[in-house]
């Protein structure tokens, strides 16, 4: 059954439902081998198309996930937050995870910060979720950095091999950061 989609607005951003009208943008950030530096591989227009379909159901399952980054002042598009409950096995199910990927004209202004906030927020007082996990390749500094700015804490015993990369892949060894609703709530 499908669920009204909840929609978040920040200083500077709405997280949104997606639109066909992202595709395009999101194609292009997707394809961009900065952006894309900490995952698998770029994606190719029709992989985008069926990320975007895949957030927008699961959108639609749950009213929240994987949201459309846009720009209050201008409308534009310029990446994606939120949270999503993994479809690939991992040590530490069950568990919900936050994520995000900006378009790199986006990066250094604060705005994944802004989007994961919210989405945080959203997910310990709105869900009542007591904790919110996130993970990273080791070498994404950059992103376990902005994980310690949220108040996540990196779990000395998560690191794991992401059971969807290749025993051989440089980026399959994974590290695991961790937040309980108590620690948000304090401020930590």
Not at 57 to 65: K, T
Not at 130 to 149: G, H
């Amino acid at each position: 059954m499908s669920q009204p989609v909840v929609t978040l607005t920040t200083e500077r951003l709405i997280l949104r439902d997606w639109r066909a009208s992202d595709l395009p943008a999101f194609a292009a950030m997707s394809a961009d081998p900065d952006v894309m530096r900490y995952f698998p591989a770029v994606l190719s227009p029709s992989e985008s198309e069926a990320y975007i379909s895949l957030f927008r159901d699961r959108l639609h399952e749950h009213g929240w996930g994987f949201w459309a980054l846009e720009l209050r002042d201008s409308g534009e598009f310029i990446g994606m937050a939120g949270l999503n409950i993994p479809r690939v096995a991992l040590p530490f199910m069950p568990c919900v995870e936050i994520g995000w990927r900006l378009a790199k004209p986006y990066w250094r202004q604060g705005l994944a910060l802004e989007a994961a906030s919210a989405a945080l927020e959203f997910g310990f007082t709105q869900l009542n979720l007591d904790e919110i996990v996130s993970f990273t390749a080791l070498s994404n500094l950059r992103s376990q950095a902005l994980m310690l700015r949220l108040g996540m804490q990196l779990d000395a015993a998560g690191e794991f091999d992401h059971p969807v990369l290749a025993v051989d892949h440089p980026l399959r060894r994974h590290c695991l950061y961790r937040l309980q609703k108590e620690q948000f709530t304090r401020g930590i």
